[in-house]
């Protein structure tokens, strides 16, 4: 079991971890740097907990090894506000009563993030299509469909 | 004496759809969950030897192999716990002892210093076992040739009201005895039977239990974990353990969805016993996915018989029910889903004659436990397709049908309680309404169908009698409000409703209202569970009754130091005012440091703490062989679900292409939180109804993954559901208010069968309506081309 030191950037600061062969992104974030915002909820790729960006691309965290993010670019849901400002996606989120528990929050946002960044403009099929890997218990979806549909709005007016 | 509230107080956070207390740090990320609590390097990692077969006896543990892996810490066996535990019936040890009763059942644990660690050693455990005849069907378990899982359920202690037969499978058996049935049959126009199997489902929170145990060298026990029952955890593995209560800590953080499971105690009592021997060192065990499936909570299968007939005019006569719950390995918990499902076995309407039996069998399945609707989902699944059948039959409109047998304020309830103030019939008009009852919408292609279906359900909290809640309520110098409470946030909204009820009764702003937080068996008042949505109407009258306490200290000192009569006084806004001298005074510093007197005459005051408790002290014991007494529950919510479903006839595929939910919640303190839990409930329903089982296969699980158990996802819900709140006020709610957590899920199964049979004519059985199960109905009943 080598260790690797590897160099990632996390929400923007750089990070030199040594890091054991078969450690996952998830775990190297949650047990070695407490960036806890990234939630385990099955570690198996299948209910889009534990999402962050690689590269700008939202991923399931469990399933990629910490040695393959040397030299790449995460962001977690701890990265999405700025000084204190929220992303359009926290505000409208928190606006349109799209958070209850908040587990799958973390990675909902992110799988959202991800989808704005790459398609300012979803219809609400793309939306929910790009959620669909992220399963939440709570809510029924449908406010939190809604939030992003407010947060590509609100994000255009900021653009604008 | 506490002062009730003022009229001229604007309790203005009741009735506002407030922002959540926990939203913030809900979508920052920086809300804790017991999984992100860091306990440094010493924290070692439990891993569970489990039960490959349904039912075995223990013949030899051999450990040996485990103890010597490089880095195990400890083994633990049942050997040294021979306490039981349990919530109304202790029929369970923490570890097994002589025989195991599911796959899953825990024989052994181990700590290591990893994860890893832990889970090798668990492979080198050695255990023999002498498999022996399972319990796979509870009507088959019921009967006289069923092996007996539990020779001796006669020595278990057990709670007053619940009634096991030793000698058989059968741990609890309620018994409904109202009017006659045998004589009302013959006065019936129409008689409907079925039988209906409901499956196993799970809860499948997003977030797997995980719990932390620390066992100090004095024996004092810390336990912080992913609980909606801290209270209860530390008296039930207190007494599992022969320990004070006091010595037993239990730290509870934000919990990342529970719908049941996280209630009573279920993995929590492992962690701490292997921690006991590891004394000093945090243990930590969480289940993986798998784990979660099948060893924690499942929602009991159920085998339900319905026998229920009216009369020409549509008045329902009769109802005779027989409910075999598989209420698995163990059913410490489930005791009480068999004793809640019969008390309320009519349903909702007011039916002269009901004959019951539920009783709740012993099988080798996965533990049944608490979950969202506690038997009702289960019992409304069957009931309520055999309403629409009993309204067909005597060729009535089903609403009509509905709305002639609904229960009103003083109906003649199924034990002989009556029915209090209720927005049944309301809700059922409403809903109708929303959904454009009777109007058939075209499908949007020629090989779809489209059809309407509704349903009626109640539930009441299924507790113990004298289930309490309390709260304290302290400030701060500059006037804010800190609310502590022992009643768990959910998801459900619990924490802000407490603010917004201190705010309004104190008369502060809600801003100015913080919620304590983590809920700590050690500072936090005493609240039984948070299960049963009873929170909003218990923990919300103690809260309210605490800040209406400080409110008074408040007045009292104020009255004091102005020489003024307390009647004269109020606080608004966060300020003290007088009526008649108008002067005003804020609460900033006087909360914490008195008033003084003119002429430095000395002081009045000190700080400033409320507190207020509540306990429903009117609920009554039911006659065991007839069920009957003068009040078998605090109270009923009520509702209607409406649903459009097409049925796709290619593919046999449901789609629910709108819903309604309208419910009776007395009052709702935050409106858009309430309509938020009826939406959740909804797709949950629609869920268990179109897509989950847990399929067991000689008791073993067949799929316990998200791959092969599939929930409902953003792509499974329709585009619109409308909540629609009514508010009939309860008597002893605070503002009126009584829960909606559960019952929003509880019509949804039957509303979605009730729909497909209009589409297509045909009654498909037993949930879920999976595409390839309704495919093959359409075939079977000859509709393809």
């Known amino acids: ?65 910490a040695v393959e993010c040397d030299g790449r670019q995460i962001v977690t849901v701890e990265g999405l506000a700025h000084d204190g400002v929220l992303d359009p996606l926290q505000e409208t989120l928190i606006e349109h009563g799209g958070v209850q528990c908040g587990f799958c929050t973390p990675g909902m946002l992110i799988s959202a993030r991800g989808l704005l960044n790459r398609n300012p403009n979803p219809s609400e099929d793309e939306i929910r299509e790009a959620l669909v890997g992220n399963l939440c218990r709570c809510t029924g979806y449908l406010r939190i469909i809604d939030a992003v549909k407010a947060a590509a709005l609100r994000q255009q007016a900021l653009v604008a | 004496m506490v002062a009730p509230i003022s009229e001229k107080t604007a309790p203005h956070p009741i009735g506002d759809s407030v922002e959540r207390v926990d939203a913030r740090e809900k979508v920052l990320g920086s809300a804790l969950f017991a999984d992100d609590l860091q306990f440094g390097t010493g924290m070692l990692y439990a891993r569970i030897k489990r039960s490959p077969h349904p039912h075995a006896l223990v013949k030899r543990i051999d450990t040996s192999k485990a103890k010597a892996l490089p880095g195990v810490k400890a083994v633990v066996t049942g050997e040294a716990f021979p306490g039981f535990i349990g919530l109304y019936l202790k029929d369970r040890h923490i570890f097994c002892r002589d025989r195991v009763r599911y796959v899953g059942d825990p024989v052994a644990g181990v700590a290591a210093v990893s994860e890893e660690i832990a889970e090798q050693a668990v492979a080198l455990i050695e255990v023999e076992y002498e498999p022996l005849p399972g319990v796979f069907d509870p009507e088959y378990g019921a009967g006289p040739d069923a092996p007996i899982l539990h020779p001796k359920l006669g020595d278990y202690s057990v709670a007053n009201f619940i009634f096991p037969k030793p000698g058989t499978n059968i741990s609890n058996h309620f018994k409904i005895r109202k ?44 336990l912080w974990g992913s609980s909606q029952s801290p209270f209860a955890q530390r008296n039930l593995i207190a007494t599992a353990l022969g320990i004070s209560q006091s010595d037993v800590q239990v730290i509870a953080p934000y919990v990342g969805g529970g719908f049941g499971s996280k209630a009573g105690v279920s993995m929590e009592g492992l962690a ?38 009216c009369d020409a005019d549509g008045r329902m006569l009769a109802t ?6 598989d209420g698995g390995a163990y059913t410490e918990y489930g005791v009480n889903i068999t004793r809640a499902s019969g008390y309320s076995s009519s349903g909702p309407y007011e039916v002269p004659n009901v004959k019951t039996d539920s009783y709740c069998v012993y099988t080798n399945h996965p533990v049944g436990g608490p979950m969202r609707g506690f038997g009702m989902p289960e019992m409304h699944a069957g009931l309520e397709q055999c309403i629409d059948e009993l309204a067909y039959a005597i060729k009535m409109d089903p609403v009509q049908f509905r709305k002639i047998n609904c229960v009103k304020e003083g109906s003649v309830l199924v034990t002989g309680m009556k029915m209090h103030p209720t927005g049944l019939s309301e809700c059922l008009a409403k809903a109708a309404e929303a959904i454009n009852w009777g109007k058939k919408n075209p499908p949007s292609a020629p090989n779809k169908r489209r059809g309407k279906g509704l349903a009626l359900m109640w539930k009441a909290p299924a507790m113990p009698p004298n289930a309490g809640s309390s709260a304290r309520v302290g400030l701060a110098e500059d006037g804010t409000v800190t609310v502590s409470v022992g009643g768990q946030e959910i998801g459900q909204g619990s924490f802000t409703i407490a603010a917004q009820m201190a705010a309004a009764s104190l008369g502060v702003p809600y801003d100015w209202v913080r919620v304590a937080t983590p809920i700590d068996t050690q500072y936090s008042p005493y609240e039984w569970q948070t299960v049963a949505s009873r929170l909003t109407w218990s923990m919300g009258n103690a809260v309210s009754a605490a800040a209406r306490d400080a409110r008074q200290q408040i007045l009292e000192m104020v009255a004091k130091a102005w020489n003024e009569d307390i009647e004269n006084l109020d606080i608004i806004d ?19 440091y008195g008033i003084p007197l003119p002429d430095d005459q000395g002081w009045v005051g000190g700080p400033v703490l409320g507190r207020g408790n509540f306990m429903p002290t009117y609920v009554t014991g039911l006659d065991a062989e007839t069920g009957q007494g003068p ?62 089982s847990l399929q067991l296969k000689e008791g073993v699980l ?8 599939r929930i409902a996802t953003s792509t499974d819900v329709p585009r619109h559901i409308q909540a629609i709140i009514v508010e009939v006020p309860q008597d002893d709610g605070p503002w009126g208010a009584r829960g909606i957590g559960e019952h ?24 879920p309506y999976t595409s390839e199960k309704v495919y093959l109905a359409i075939q079977a009943a000859g509709l393809l081309d």
């Open chain 2, 320 to 325: 005779e029910v027989s409910f075999y719950w």
């Open chain 2, 702 to 709: 067949q799929n316990p993954s998200f791959v092969d158990y």
């Open chain 2, 272 to 309: 701490v016993a292997i921690a006991m021997q590891v004394r000093g060192r945090p243990v930590k065990l969480r289940l993986t996915r798998e784990e979660e499936f099948y060893t924690a909570f499942v929602r009991q299968g159920v085998v339900a018989y319905f026998k229920m007939g």
């Open chain 1, 1 to 65: 079991m080598a260790n690797h030191r590897i160099l990632v950037t996390i929400n923007q600061e750089v990070e030199q971890v040594d890091v054991p062969s078969q450690m996952t992104l998830m775990q190297m974030l949650r047990d070695r740097l407490a960036f806890t915002g990234t939630k385990n909820g099955c570690a198996a790729g299948e209910c889009g907990a534990c999402t962050v960006l690689l590269d700008g691309e939202p991923v399931n965290s469990c399933m990629v090894l």
């Open chain 2, 574 to 592: 966060g300020k003290v005012i007088s009526y008649k001298s108008e002067e005003s005074i804020s609460l900033k510093n006087i909360v914490i």
């Open chain 2, 179 to 222: 009017g006659d049935v045998d004589s009302a049959w013959p006065q019936c126009a129409a008689i409907v039977e079925h039988k209906y199997h409901i499956p196993h489902v799970q809860h499948v929170p997003i977030e797997p239990h995980v719990a932390v145990a620390r066992v100090e060298e004095d024996g004092k026990v810390k």
């Open chain 2, 631 to 692: 009040r078998a529950v605090v109270h009923y919510t009520v509702g209607a679900q409406a649903v459009e479903v097409e049925v796709d006839m290619d593919t046999g595929k449901v789609e629910v292409i709108q819903g309604v939910a309208a419910f009776d919640v007395g009052k709702a303190i935050n409106p858009d939180m309430v309509r938020a839990q009826m939406e959740g409930g909804f797709v949950q329903g629609l869920s268990t109804a179109l897509f989950e």
């Open chain 2, 744 to 767: 929003a899920m509880v019509p949804t199964i039957p509303a979605i069968a009730n729909a497909i049979y209009d589409a297509i004519g045909i009654r498909v059985g037993a949930p």
